[in-house]
């Protein structure tokens, strides 16, 4: 997750190492510690590494940000003419600005409605554990009912999530979409302009060259992405011990903490494999 994929040869490896990865935990879940009962719990992986790999392939070059080139009116008539798309463009400057901006409110929007719905369902658990003392773990573990219910709600939470960090994703796509517009609009007018080109890029601290590249790490987006991650982890986690035997011991097995791992590392890495990909023009 620290590194980036933006060579064909780094996502390979990426991929091969995650169905590695994959195999062994379908391994270790069907044939060599059956009795750990997290079958379900991989099934549910591999469907989900499915995809969002599949989704990476199938839309990768119509969502990625792209580029072209300004063309400049070498004929002087048509050099002074050309402002008069002045009012044009600058009505387009704005609607892209107010599209970066509200391309910000819906991460942060995304990122609250994900910590409510996690926080309403861990309050609910809270609040029962806090309710009783009987040895109330036993209680909750020896109920199926209730135990398949909490399962369930762990993975639906788990889904919430992977549709949220999608939703981020597309939302740094989005942003980066508006941010190349911008910059489109800047050069069409330091090319066409009658102010020399270094003096008009003066004005500018950002460029096509400088602008930060989509899948930038240690910003707000990233962040983000990590948190909803993170979450979606535990939710894993905890669905993974009810289904194991070690839940009536109130112990959580290695494998269990291993997928939640996986998932996280995985989840984050794909964060890389969307935003890294520059699609070829």
């Not at 999530?161 to 910059?183: E, K, T, V």
Request: glycine share 2%; with cysteine; net charge positive.
């Amino acid at each position: 997750m620290i590194f980036s994929l933006e060579s064909t040869f780094s996502r390979a490896i990426f991929l091969v190492v995650a169905i590695a990865i994959t195999i062994i935990f379908s391994f270790l879940a069907f044939i060599h510690s059956s009795d750990l009962k997290q079958n379900a719990i991989v099934i549910y992986l591999i469907v989900m590494e499915v995809l969002v790999v599949a989704t990476f392939f199938i839309y990768r070059n119509s969502t990625t940000p792209k580029i072209i080139a300004v063309k400049r009116l070498k004929n002087p008539r048509l050099q002074e003419n050309s402002f008069a798309l002045a009012r044009l463009l600058l009505k387009e400057y704005d609607y892209i600005r107010e599209t970066a901006a509200q391309i910000k409110s819906d991460r942060h929007a995304t990122v609250n409605y994900f910590l409510i719905i996690s926080g309403i369902f861990l309050f609910i658990i809270g609040s029962q554990f806090l309710a009783r003392t009987d040895d109330l773990v036993s209680q909750l573990i020896n109920a199926k009912t209730a135990a398949s219910m909490l399962i369930i709600a762990s993975i639906a939470i788990n889904i919430i999530g992977w549709i949220y960090f999608m939703h981020l994703i597309r939302l740094r796509q989005a942003w980066c979409d508006s941010a190349a517009a911008m910059n489109q609009i800047k050069d069409f007018y330091i090319g066409n302009g009658r102010v020399p080109d270094e003096l008009a890029k003066s004005a500018f601290l950002w460029d096509n060259k400088v602008t930060p590249k989509p899948g930038k790490k240690s910003n707000v987006s990233y962040y983000s992405a990590m948190l909803i991650s993170f979450i979606s982890a535990i939710f894993l986690l905890f669905a993974s011990w009810l289904l194991s035997p070690d839940a009536k011991a109130g112990s959580i097995h290695l494998f269990s903490w291993l997928i939640a791992l996986y998932h996280f590392v995985f989840q984050m890495t794909c964060y890389s494999l969307f935003l890294d990909y520059k699609a070829r023009h």
